[in-house]
């Protein structure tokens, strides 16, 4: 009991150790793992050579003792840490009750086994690409030397011994933090003095007693971090090369996007957001030859409803004027934008044309152009918006040649009298709204 106590003491102290590792170590690519683990587990043992052999055949005596294959308790915990993700080393300790075969004809006995070992721990999860074939198992394999004190009824005292051990470790993913896990292990002893059942002194060579153990338990990861670095091939399954060309084909994607579809991808876009319709040059900027700040499709379609001095002096405000001028008093007339565009809708350009037909026949009329956006966007972005769609429109009208002194632009934001709860009534919503001044 008194070994168990400091067995279990040793691996307390290099948990704790574990817990205050330094901060200032060298920084990896593992930094973002959790490497420490503790792991538990209950089995049984099977204590093979070397048991004792009793035969004399006068007396008619033929006892062996004998144990039952796994049929003695066997505990084991440890502590383990993962220098990366293919190798680590573990200090493990383990408890084994040893008694006979009671469905054989054996004396009887108990005896008791604590040994400990420093063993290297190999992920094969992480050396053989596990994740090809599964998410969930993994396996590892470990072999190294320890010390072992064996104390029988028979035997006076107690009986040390160097040990040697080799075994796998299969476990089943449950968590992040938790492995359920199966142990099999073989040890095997030298200075072994006395047989495992204590009745006789060991009479074999440098090898004098064999057992195997198979235990169930836990492995449990230490540390804060989400990440387990026994399954750090899951998260890395896919090779450099994938990856870099996943990321590739992504970035394509992105350059390829045309927001403003003008032909020109976003990633060449210097005007990514121009007017449906309008010719771009390369960059995708509209093409404005003579520098007015009006796109020249723009222009063109314009110049095709313009009035000419010949068409003004034929015209009279009292005709089609006086009934242009009742559509903008009762609000009709209006030049409507797409989602976040700045510049007005296509189909929109004939009301910009009837605007600049009317001041020009109306020398003495001035307007007001107010500008919306509908609800989606925070209050301060469709504030600016809004002021920048009727600026548009402005400019388009001092372009033709009206005085800016008799336009108002104005941005009012969010549109007050559309309810923007579907995609027609937004469409409605995103406008300038053109009024008389009194």
């Not at 301060?380 to 388009?396: F, M, T, V």
Request: hydrophobic letters at 35%; a negative charge; proline letters at 2%.
């Amino acid at each position: 009991m008194k070994n168990l106590i400091l067995l279990l003491s040793v691996l307390l102290s290099t948990i704790a150790f574990s817990q205050e590792k330094n901060d200032s170590d060298k920084k990896s690519q593992f930094d973002d793992y959790n490497q420490w683990f503790i792991e538990f587990g209950v089995g049984g043992n099977k204590a093979g050579r070397t048991l004792t052999n009793i035969s004399n055949p006068s007396l008619n005596i033929f006892e062996t003792a004998n144990t039952k294959t796994f049929s003695g308790l066997h505990a084991d915990l440890a502590v383990r840490y993962m220098f990366n993700d293919k190798f680590g080393l573990r200090l493990k300790g383990g408890y084994n009750d040893i008694s006979e075969n009671e469905d054989e004809s054996t004396f009887e006995f108990n005896s008791t086994y604590i040994q400990s070992s420093l063993e290297g721990v190999l992920n094969l999860g992480s050396v053989l690409d596990f994740q090809n074939w599964t998410q969930r198992f993994n396996l590892q394999i470990y072999g190294g030397f320890g010390v072992g004190v064996l104390t029988t009824d028979f035997s006076d005292g107690e009986d040390y011994t160097a040990t040697a051990v080799i075994g796998f470790t299969p476990m089943y993913k449950i968590s992040d933090k938790v492995s359920l896990k199966m142990d099999f292990m073989g040890l095997a002893n030298a200075t072994q003095q006395f047989n495992w059942d204590g009745f006789s002194h060991t009479t074999t060579g440098s090898v004098d007693g064999l057992m195997l153990n198979a235990s169930i338990g836990l492995n449990i990861n230490l540390g804060k971090s989400q990440k387990n670095i026994d399954w750090y091939h899951l998260e890395h399954s896919e090779n450099a090369e994938t990856q870099s060309l996943k990321e590739e084909i992504n970035d394509l994607k992105d350059k390829l996007s045309d927001t403003d579809r003008d032909g020109v991808p976003d990633y060449l876009d210097n005007e990514p957001n121009t007017v449906n319709g309008v010719a771009v040059n390369t960059k995708g900027i509209a093409i404005d030859q003579n520098q007015n700040g009006v796109p020249d499709e723009l222009e063109k379609e314009l110049n095709k409803t313009y009035a000419t001095k010949s068409d003004l002096n034929k015209s009279k405000t009292s005709g089609g004027s006086g009934t242009f001028k009742s559509l903008v008093e009762q609000g009709y007339v209006n030049v409507y934008f797409g989602f976040d565009k700045v510049y007005p809708e296509v189909a929109s350009i004939n009301d910009v044309n009837s605007v600049i037909t009317f001041l020009k026949q109306n020398p003495n009329e001035t307007i007001q152009l107010i500008g919306y956006t509908d609800s989606i966007g925070n209050k301060e972005y469709n504030k600016i918006l809004s002021e920048k769609r009727s600026k548009y429109i402005k400019d388009i009208l001092v372009s033709a040649g009206i005085s800016e002194s008799r336009i108002e632009s104005i941005g009012s934001g969010v549109n007050p009298n559309i309810d923007s709860n579907t995609t027609y009534s937004r469409k409605l919503a995103r406008k300038v709204m053109i009024k008389l001044k009194k």
